[in-house]
C-alpha cells in the first residue's frame, strides 16, 4: 500500500509541475528575448567582479570524527570540502591525495548545521511521528565528545561528527554553515529562461496547493527543488501510514522512521533527476522554434499583451487599492526597517573585516617586508570572502534579523531566505572589493621599485579609492534586496487575499488573446504582474524615504561617484593576480596546498588553514573511538537494571573477535608488519644488528626500523652437553619444533630438505606481506619470545561504498600499511595463518647475521 501510495503521489505532482513548466518556458522565453532588444537600465557597478573565483582552490580539509551507523563506532575521517562546497570523506589523507573514491559525499543543500544534542532532538522531535525523547532520556547517538557537529535534514540521512575542542568545534562550524549557504544558493542567475521558467512554475505549483508565501525548502538544483516538493505532499502520509506501526524503544524508533525516510527521499531524488531532465530537453527542443515566432512577431506579441493588462487592471486595481491601503501600508515602514537594521550591520561588519585585513598588510609592509611580505599577504587576502570563519562575524549580524509579529500577517514561514540572500551578497560584495583592490594595487606597482613606505602610500590610495567603490555599490545592492525582499513578502500575501475573488473572471480574458501567441502570455503571469505593479511604486517610495533620511548609509538614486574610474573595466578582463609567481618566485608552496580529487599533478590552494591543537600532537589517521550505539544506552526505566548489569563480570572476549586499538602505539602495530626473530647473540653481535638491515636464511637483506633487545641470561652448555642433545633430538629443525610447541604453537611437520624448502617457502610469504607500495622492505625485529602480534583490525561493512577501509578493484593498490594474510604453505590445505603465530628462529650456528 505505502508503494503504490509513494508512486501515485510522485507521478502526480511531478506531472502537474511538468505541465506548469512548459507553461512557463515559454513565457520566460518571451521575457528573455524581449529584455534582450529592448534592455534595461540597471546601475553601473563600480568594483570588478571575478568570473570564477575559486579556480584551483579548495575551501578546507581536516580530520573529524563520523560516526558510522554500520557498526556503532566512531572513526577517525579525512574530510575535504572542494570549491563546489561539497564535503567529501576518506578513509585517510592518504587515500584523499591518491585521488581514491572518497567513503562518502554530502550535498548539503536543505541541511542544518548543529552545534548540540539538545537542538538536534527539539528538530527531530518535531519531524518524526508522535514521537518526543526527552534530552536528559537516552540520546539517539551518545556523542564522543562535548564538541558534536551534526547535519540535520528534514527527509534526507543525518550526519554526525565531533572534535576535541571548541576552537576545532568553531572553525568546523563556520565551514559546515558556509557549505549550507552555498549549496542552498543551486539556482544560476545566469540562466536567463531555465531559472526564471522553474522558479515560477513551483511558485504557481505551490499556490494552487494553497501554498502562499517563502519556502525553507527553495534548496539546492531544480532535481533537490522538486523532490523537497514531492516530500512536502508524501512525508506527512508516510508519516500518518507507518507512524503507529513503528514498535520497540524510542531510539529504536526513531532510527527506524530515519532509515526509512531517508529510503524513500533517495528514491524520490533519483525519480526527479530523471523527470527533470527529460522534460528541459522537451522544451529545448521547441526553443528555436519559439525564438523564431517570438523575433518575427514581438511587436504584436507586446500589444496584444498590453491590451489584455489594461482589461485586467481595470477590474483589480480598485479592489487591489483598498486591501493596499488598509493592510499594507501601515506595516511597510516597520517592515523595512526589520530588514534594513540587520542586514547594513553585516555590510559595515563587511567593510571592516576588508579594512582591518589592509591594516595589517600596510603594518608588515613598513616594518621591512617589502613585496615579498606584500605578496605572501595578498595571496591570503585574495580568498577573503571565501573564509567561513573570518566572515563569520558579518554572517552573524545579519542573522539576527527578526520579523516576529509580521510573520503571521505575511504568511512568512521564516526569515532563513532573506538571512541567507543577504549572507551571499556580502559575500559578493566583499570578492569585488578585494579583486578590485588587488588590480589597483598590481597595476600600481607593475614596473616600479618602491621602498617601504612608498608601498604603504601605494596600499592607503587604492585602499581609499576601493572603499568609496565599496560604499556605492554596498547601497545599490541592499536597495536593491530591500525592494525584492518587501516584494516577496507582500506579494504573495495580495494574491492570498485577492485570488479567490477574481479566480472564475480570469478565463474570460484569454479570449482576447491570439491563438498563435497564448503560448507567451497567458492571464495568470499578467494578474500576478498587475498586482506586482499596484504595490511597486509604495514600495519604490519607502526605500528612496530610507535613502534620503540617510538612513543605515544609503545613498539616493541621483547619486553618481564623481572619481569613478573610467578605464576599470578593462582591468576586469585581466586574468587573476598571481601574487606568489610575480613578486615571491612562486618557489614555496602555498599554505594549505592540497592534491585535489583527481588532478594528482596539479596543487590546491587552501581558502582555510589547518587547524592547529594547542599543546596537541596530531591525532592518529586510524584512530577509533569506541563509543556505545543505540542499543546500548538505556531509557529511564532501564537504568536500573543496566546498573545491576554492571557489577556482573564481563564475559572475556575470544582471539577471534579482534577489538579496535586504543592508543598510538597500538595503532602503529598494526601498520607496520612485524617479524619476530629469535636470536641468540653475545655482546659483540649486538653492533652488528644495530646496523640498519639483517639478513634472513635465504640470503635476502631487509631494512630494520625498530630492534627491540631483551637479554636474558642463560646456563651456557659445553660442547660436550650440546653434542648429547644434537644426538637426542636429531636435527636443528626438531629443537625448533620442541620450542614451538612449548609456546603452545602448532608443530611443524616434515623432515629433511623438504622441512628446509618449506621453511623457505615460509619466509618468502612473510617477505611479500610486508612489501609496501614503494618497494621498500621494513621488518621491524622484536626479539621478545613472549611477544604476540595484535589481531588486525577487522571491519563487518560491506563492499562498496564501505569503511572498512577496503578499496573497491578498480582502486588499482591495496591499502597501505596493512599487513596481508600468510598462506600456511606447510600444509597440503591453503589455510590462512595469523602473522603472531609465525615465529623465524635463527640457530647459532647460522652466519647469515654476521655476514656484513
Known amino acids: 500500500m505505502s508503494l503504490c501510495l509513494f508512486f501515485h503521489i510522485d507521478m502526480s505532482v511531478t506531472g502537474e509541475f511538468g505541465h506548469v513548466y512548459e507553461q512557463q518556458y515559454a513565457v520566460a522565453l518571451f521575457n528573455s528575448v524581449r529584455f534582450e532588444i529592448e534592455g534595461g537600465g540597471a546601475p553601473q557597478s563600480q568594483l570588478l567582479h571575478r568570473k570564477n573565483p575559486l579556480e584551483d582552490r579548495s575551501i578546507f580539509s581536516g580530520g573529524l570524527f563520523q560516526y558510522l551507523e554500520e557498526n556503532k563506532r566512531w572513526r577517525n575521517r579525512f574530510v575535504f570540502v572542494a570549491d563546489t562546497y561539497n564535503i567529501s570523506f576518506y578513509e585517510n589523507k592518504m587515500a584523499h591525495e591518491r585521488s581514491l573514491r572518497p567513503k562518502g559525499t554530502i550535498n548539503c543543500a536543505g541541511y542544518k548545521a548543529l552545534t548540540s544534542m539538545e537542538e538536534y532532538l527539539e528538530l527531530i522531535s518535531t519531524s518524526l511521528p508522535g514521537i518526543k525523547a526527552k534530552v536528559g532520556s537516552g540520546q539517539f547517538v551518545k556523542c564522543a565528545t562535548q564538541f558534536p557537529l551534526i547535519l540535520w535534514h528534514p527527509y534526507a540521512r543525518h550526519h554526525y561528527f565531533c572534535v576535541l575542542t571548541e576552537k576545532e568545534q568553531k572553525k568546523w562550524h563556520a565551514v559546515l554553515q558556509d557549505c549550507v549557504r552555498h549549496s542552498n544558493n543551486g539556482l544560476s542567475e545566469e540562466c536567463r529562461v531555465q531559472t526564471p521558467a522553474f522558479t515560477d512554475a513551483m511558485r504557481l505549483h505551490r499556490q494552487a496547493q494553497g501554498h502562499y508565501g517563502t519556502w525553507d525548502m527553495m534548496c539546492g538544483g531544480p532535481p533537490q527543488i522538486l523532490a523537497n516538493l514531492v516530500m512536502e505532499t508524501l512525508h506527512p502520509e508516510l508519516r500518518n501510514l507507518i507512524g503507529p506501526r513503528l514498535k520497540g524503544k524510542i531510539q529504536q524508533r526513531q532510527r527506524n522512521w530515519m532509515l526509512i525516510s531517508e529510503a524513500v527521499y533517495k528514491q524520490v531524488l533519483s525519480q526527479t533527476q530523471a523527470q527533470y531532465e527529460a522534460l528541459v530537453q522537451a522544451c529545448e527542443v521547441q526553443t528555436s522554434r519559439l525564438d523564431t515566432v517570438l523575433r518575427t512577431d514581438m511587436d504584436q506579441i507586446i500589444t496584444s499583451k498590453e491590451h489584455v493588462s489594461g482589461k485586467i487592471r481595470a477590474l483589480v486595481l480598485p479592489r487591489a487599492g483598498q486591501l493596499l491601503r488598509g493592510s499594507v501600508q501601515p506595516f511597510l515602514s516597520s517592515i523595512l526597517e526589520a530588514l534594513m537594521e540587520p542586514t547594513s550591520r553585516g555590510f559595515s561588519e563587511v567593510r571592516d573585516v576588508f579594512f582591518r585585513e589592509l591594516v595589517e598588510v ?12 606584500l605578496a605572501e599577504h595578498m595571496e591570503k587576502i585574495s580568498m577573503l570572502a571565501f573564509h567561513p570563519v573570518k566572515m ?20 512568512v514561514s521564516s526569515p532563513s531566505v532573506f538571512i541567507q540572500r543577504a549572507q551571499i551578497l556580502m559575500r559578493e560584495q566583499m570578492d569585488n572589493a578585494v579583486y578590485t583592490f588587488e588590480h589597483l594595487l598590481h597595476q600600481s606597482l607593475e614596473g616600479k621599485v618602491q621602498g617601504g613606505e612608498d608601498l604603504c602610500k601605494t596600499i592607503h590610495c587604492c585602499q581609499d579609492r576601493v572603499l ?9 545592492v541592499r536597495k536593491k534586496f530591500f525592494k525584492e525582499a518587501l516584494l516577496q513578502i507582500i506579494i504573495p500575501y495580495m494574491l492570498k487575499q485577492l485570488s ?11 479570449e482576447l488573446i491570439f491563438e498563435d501567441f497564448s503560448q507567451f502570455i497567458l492571464v495568470e503571469n499578467v494578474f500576478e504582474e498587475v498586482v506586482l505593479q499596484s504595490v511597486t511604486k509604495d514600495i519604490m517610495m519607502a526605500v528612496k524615504d530610507a535613502a534620503v533620511q540617510k538612513k543605515h548609509n544609503l545613498y539616493r538614486d541621483s547619486m553618481i561617484l564623481t572619481n569613478s574610474d ?6 576586469g578582463e585581466n586574468p587573476s593576480v598571481d601574487w606568489a609567481t610575480q613578486f615571491r618566485g612562486g618557489n614555496e608552496e ?12 596539479r596543487r590546491r590552494r587552501q581558502v582555510v588553514s589547518m587547524i592547529q591543537l594547542d599543546e596537541m600532537g596530531p591525532l592518529p589517521y586510524e584512530s577509533c573511538l569506541e563509543v556505545p550505539g543505540v542499543d546500548f544506552i538505556p531509557e529511564e526505566g532501564e537504568i ?10 564481563k564475559e572475556q572476549k575470544t582471539p577471534t573477535e579482534p577489538d579496535s586499538p586504543d592508543s598510538v602505539q597500538e595503532i602503529c602495530y598494526h601498520s607496520k608488519p612485524v617479524v619476530e626473530m629469535m636470536v641468540s647473540a653475545s655482546e659483540e653481535d649486538f653492533a652488528v644488528l644495530t646496523n640498519g638491515t639483517g639478513t634472513l636464511k635465504d640470503g635476502k637483506e631487509e631494512e630494520v626500523t625498530l630492534i627491540t633487545t631483551v637479554v636474558e641470561e642463560m646456563h651456557r652448555k659445553s660442547p660436550q652437553e650440546v653434542n648429547e642433545q644434537l644426538v637426542e633430538t636429531g636435527s636443528p629443525y626438531q629443537e625448533a619444533e620442541g620450542g614451538l610447541q612449548e609456546k603452545g604453537e602448532p608443530a611443524i611437520e616434515g623432515k629433511g630438505e623438504e622441512d628446509e624448502a618449506a621453511i623457505k617457502n615460509a619466509i618468502q610469504e612473510i617477505e611479500i606481506a610486508v612489501q609496501e607500495e614503494d618497494g621498500e622492505r621494513i621488518t621491524e625485529c622484536v626479539v621478545d619470545s613472549d611477544a604476540e602480534l595484535a589481531p588486525p583490525l577487522v571491519d563487518s561493512s560491506p563492499s562498496g561504498h564501505d569503511d572498512g577501509g577496503f578499496q573497491p578493484p578498480t582502486n588499482e593498490a591495496l591499502n597501505e600499511g596493512k599487513a596481508q594474510p600468510i598462506l600456511d604453505a606447510l600444509k597440503t590445505e591453503d ?5 603472531g603465530e609465525v615465529v623465524v628462529v635463527l640457530e647459532p650456528g647460522d652466519t647469515a647475521l654476521h655476514n656484513e
Request: aromatic share 8%; hydrophobic share 25%.
Open 362 to 373: 600596510s603594518k608588515n609592509t613598513l616594518n621591512g617586508g617589502g613585496k615579498d611580505k
Open 392 to 411: 563569520q562575524s558579518c554572517y552573524e549580524k545579519v542573522e539576527q534579523l527578526n520579523l516576529e509579529g509580521l510573520q503571521q500577517r505575511f504568511d
Open 468 to 476: 568609496k567603490k565599496y560604499d556605492y555599490d554596498s547601497s545599490t
Open 500 to 510: 479567490p475573488s477574481f479566480h472564475l473572471d480570469l478565463p474570460r480574458f484569454q
Open 566 to 571: 573610467p578605464n576599470l573595466h578593462l582591468l
Open 590 to 601: 602555498p599554505e594549505g596546498a592540497l592534491g585535489g580529487g583527481g588532478q594528482s599533478s
Open 640 to 649: 536500573e537494571e543496566v546498573e545491576v548489569k554492571a557489577q556482573e563480570p
Open 831 to 835: 589455510t590462512v595463518v595469523d602473522p
